[in-house]
């Protein structure tokens, strides 16, 4: 059994590299195997989990991968140029294998597992998909017509099942963060709101947007886990000004 999970690691996450190529030889087949991609990503989590879907852990630790996963192949539309494509596809994969791997270590081999792991991951995977997200909204809104209340109707969404799993796999309750929660949400939409009607690119857009859940999503983390230090604080801060003044010196402004 120990095999099978490790193998399913491995096979699931060269799938979704092959499945990500692929498309760029046959785009037909783009929404045959984006679906097909979310079925084994289910079937891997599954696997590692002990087979049993009716397990709260199958359900929140199938959260975060699952909106990277599909926030990659909508990102994946809007993505010119055959190599950056490859590269990408390479990336993509790259965060769901580790992902994948942490949980296998977490549940099964836990003298391997090193402490914090998940909640790190989880972290990093939220604020890039996150990212992809938006971008991928903003392409449709550009491309489509997308309206911009869908967008954060189903933004809001996103947000609030990213930010619940990152405070689940770090011990916090939902009774305690909820508030938390329901705040980042807000000023996280009330800045796509804003960032909607600027003259900039839509990866500029997103970015500011993922700046900010980035900051409110570290704060809270920090805050609710007692962690009050100053020297935190001052670091989300000073990360999130320097990427926000670098990102709207060298956006291309229409």
């Known amino acids: 059994m120990n095999l099978?999970?490790?193998?399913?690691?491995?096979?699931?996450?060269?799938?979704?590299?092959?499945?990500?190529?692929?498309?760029l030889v046959q785009a037909e087949l783009f929404y045959w195997?984006?679906?097909?991609?979310?079925?084994?990503?289910?079937?891997?989590?599954?696997?590692l989990?002990?087979?049993?879907?009716?397990?709260?852990?199958?359900?929140?630790?199938?959260?975060?991968?699952?909106?990277?996963?599909?926030?990659?192949?909508?990102?994946f539309l809007f993505v010119e140029g055959r190599w950056?494509?490859?590269?990408?596809?390479?990336?993509?994969?790259?965060?769901?294998?580790?992902?994948?791997?942490?949980?296998?270590?977490y549940l099964h081999r836990r003298p391997k597992y090193e402490a914090y792991a998940l909640e790190n991951i989880s972290n990093y995977l939220n604020v890039f998909a996150v990212f992809l997200l938006f971008s991928g909204f903003f392409g449709l809104q550009l491309f489509l017509n997308f309206n911009i209340w869908s967008i954060l109707l189903l933004g809001g969404v996103a947000l609030f099942l990213l930010t619940f799993e990152l405070f689940y796999v770090s011990n916090l309750s939902f009774t305690k963060s909820r508030l938390a929660i329901l705040i980042i949400i807000l000023v996280s939409l009330e800045v796509c709101l804003a960032v909607n009607y600027l003259p900039t690119s839509i990866y500029v857009d997103?970015?500011?947007?993922?700046?900010?859940?980035?900051?409110?999503?570290?704060?809270?983390?920090?805050?609710?886990?007692?962690?009050?230090?100053?020297?935190?604080?001052?670091?989300?801060?000073?990360?999130?000004?320097v990427c926000l003044v670098l990102i709207l010196f060298s956006a291309k402004w229409v």
């Open 84 to 105: 950056l494509r490859y590269f990408y596809g390479l990336v993509f994969t790259f965060f769901l294998f580790i992902f994948l791997q942490i949980i296998y270590l």
């Open 206 to 241: 997103s970015l500011i947007v993922t700046l900010t859940y980035y900051l409110m999503s570290g704060l809270a983390r920090n805050w609710l886990l007692n962690i009050k230090e100053k020297r935190v604080i001052i670091r989300y801060v000073i990360i999130t000004l």
């Open 49 to 75: 989990t002990g087979r049993q879907i009716r397990k709260s852990q199958f359900w929140f630790l199938s959260i975060s991968p699952t909106i990277f996963l599909f926030s990659a192949w909508l990102f």
């Open 4 to 23: 099978l999970n490790r193998l399913s690691v491995w096979i699931s996450s060269l799938l979704f590299l092959s499945f990500f190529w692929l498309v």
């Open 33 to 47: 195997l984006s679906v097909l991609s979310l079925v084994i990503l289910f079937l891997t989590i599954w696997q």
